[in-house]
């Protein structure tokens, strides 16, 4: 029972500890937290809008400043664990999906941070996906790890985070050069999946 009750009174003191110190630091950390993001989510549009060409020659579809959005998942903690975390970009790629150019966090099966620069394409339908994968699942780099999206990174090691920005480049490089290779969007986007022409 002592046991019990000495771990009790440990959790109390940790809440309260916690309830202290948030309730003096709260505003601080919302502040500091969208100053975060919004670095992370300008540099990301920044590199993304830099490297518009390629992206372009990959995709078939042109690149502005206004279809490029700010992402960010979890956008609050309600369904959120902790364990992993995306912040940078997206666009819409006409009918097929969306693509993502994020800074990511995931805790791996070993406990360690890995953090990351990632480039994603979500394909709306089950067969874009797997038309896409049939083509990009040999591919260096190019992985599954999660329902329909598809994936090249590159680990950002602490000493880098300052310039997480060029590892992102590099991401973004090799998802476009792999994409010009099996041929863009054009190659998966056949019949009854079309394209929409962009203004």
């Known amino acids: 029972m002592e046991i019990i009750d000495t771990t009790r009174s440990n959790i109390l003191t940790a809440e309260q500890k916690l ?6 630091s709260y505003l601080d950390a919302l502040m500091a937290l969208r100053e975060f993001r919004r670095i992370v989510q300008t540099r990301c549009r920044e590199v993304l809008f830099s490297h518009r060409d390629a992206f372009t020659q990959a995709t078939g579809l042109p690149l502005t400043q206004g279809q490029i959005q700010d992402y960010a998942d979890p956008d609050g903690t309600s369904r959120w664990d902790g364990g992993w ?3 940078g970009v997206r666009t819409q790629l006409g009918n097929y999906g969306r693509a993502y150019f994020c800074l990511t966090w995931t805790i791996q099966d070993n406990l360690q941070l890995l953090i990351a620069a990632r480039a994603m394409v979500e394909p709306n339908t089950r067969l874009l996906f797997e038309k896409t994968w049939e083509l990009l699942k040999d ?3 190019f992985e599954n790890n999660y329902s329909w999206e598809i994936d090249v990174s590159q680990p950002v ?6 310039t997480f920005g060029d590892i992102l480049a590099g991401v973004i490089g090799i998802w476009a050069s792999t994409w010009q290779r099996v041929g863009g969007l054009q190659r998966i986007v056949r019949e009854g999946d079309k394209l929409p022409s962009q203004p």
């Open 19 to 24: 309830l202290a110190d948030g309730a003096l």
């Open 85 to 87: 975390a995306w912040l």
């Open 139 to 141: 591919a260096p780099g």
């Open 157 to 162: 090691p602490s000493a880098q985070i300052l």
